[in-house]
């Protein structure tokens, strides 16, 4: 028998959570108390400051339920806060959740989100401590809370790109947007657009080359491509008051998109640049320093590429297509007030 939420209650579901993150087996060593009290527990570690973050994920919204399995919706949920955390130069160490339910959903259904949840967690011994569980009477959503820390003095921020800098792109931006869209039109899976439908349904993050580029001393800015390239991209401009240009030629292309654009008879850049969850890090170095990242990123078999510069405000947001022409790069980041 399939048991619903609605058969068991809020109080057992719960207890059916809490043997599933207890079994985990995971407890970092700050953490003082954890699930169980009014609130969780825990010692800031001496020599580092605390990173927090928080994002939202709902059904319909962020994530199409019949494309996608209640582990992967859990991995993806995370995958979310922890890419947030790393572009930060932070690493995970304490995660708080709330699942907003409509009472229909399957106990095993939840349980399968709570372990795609720790498998994002535990290679970095990080662990949920805490969280809440409410009905909606709309589509199910996810909240969560992630706390992590970051080096004293080694926090990466959005608002130090300076002129001349090098504007650099992990991955393959645009990805993750040609994975939905082929999901959306029903477009079957195929070994050629594998790899886009894999990073909108199985993102991954940078955070552990976010921690290493923080920790380095190397870059100027950063943050992760989690609503658009152009979109992120204007945001590091905006904070650190200057502008870009980016060159078309230069944005890194795989097949898959190249395939998938032919296929919609558009260019590569349509997709690299619009709305898309990609969790690759956007970032700015001093040119003299672009053989020291690549070398950092090596590390981690991690693709950069150098897409562009931060020029004077002045000159406004430029992109310089394949033909030489200068274009206003137009903004086309996530809105979630804005985009259907």
């Not at 949920?128 to 589509?139: S, Y």
């Not at 994975?179 to 195929?190: E, M, Q, T, V």
């Not at 870009?244 to 190249?258: D, F, K, N």
């Not at 956007?282 to 991690?302: Q, S």
Request: glycine share 10%.
């Amino acid at each position: 028998m399939t048991l619903k939420v609605s058969d068991t209650g809020e109080f057992e579901l719960i207890d059916s959570i809490r043997r599933i993150i207890d079994g985990a087996g995971h407890k970092p060593g700050l953490l003082i108390h954890g699930i169980g009290d009014d609130a969780a527990v825990f010692t800031p570690e001496p020599g580092y400051e605390m990173v927090v973050t928080c994002d939202s994920m709902v059904e319909g919204r962020h994530y199409l339920k019949e494309h996608i399995t209640p582990m992967e919706i859990g991995r993806r949920a995370m995958v979310m806060n922890i890419s947030d955390i790393g572009a930060m130069g932070g690493i995970p160490l304490y995660a708080l959740v709330t699942l907003g339910l409509t009472s229909s959903e399957t106990v095993e259904e939840i349980e399968g989100i709570y372990r795609g949840f720790i498998q994002e967690l535990e290679p970095f011994n990080a662990s949920i401590i805490g969280g809440n569980i409410t009905k909606t009477a709309g589509n199910t959503f996810i909240d969560i809370t992630l706390i992590g820390k970051a080096k004293r003095g080694h926090i990466a921020l959005r608002s130090g790109a300076k002129q001349g800098d090098a504007i650099m792109v992990t991955g393959f931006p645009g990805s993750s947007g040609a994975g939905y869209r082929l999901l959306a039109d029903g477009i079957s899976p195929s070994l050629k657009n594998k790899t886009l439908i894999d990073a909108y349904l199985r993102p991954v993050h940078r955070a552990r080359e976010g921690h290493s580029l923080a920790v380095s001393g190397l870059i100027s800015s950063m943050m992760d491509v989690s609503d658009g390239l152009s979109g992120d991209l204007n945001h590091i401009c905006e904070t650190s008051s200057a502008a870009a240009e980016i060159w078309e030629e230069r944005l890194p292309v795989s097949s898959a998109l190249q395939d998938i654009s032919t296929l919609y008879k558009q260019i590569p850049a349509d997709f690299i640049l619009a709305p898309s969850d990609d969790y690759e890090l956007l970032f700015t170095c001093a040119p003299e320093k672009i053989d020291a990242v690549k070398k950092t990123l090596k590390e981690f078999d991690c693709p950069v590429t150098h897409i562009g510069d931060i020029v004077p405000m002045a000159q406004g947001m430029t992109l310089i297509n394949r033909n030489g022409e200068r274009k206003p790069l137009i903004k086309k980041g996530w809105d979630h007030f804005s985009i259907k």
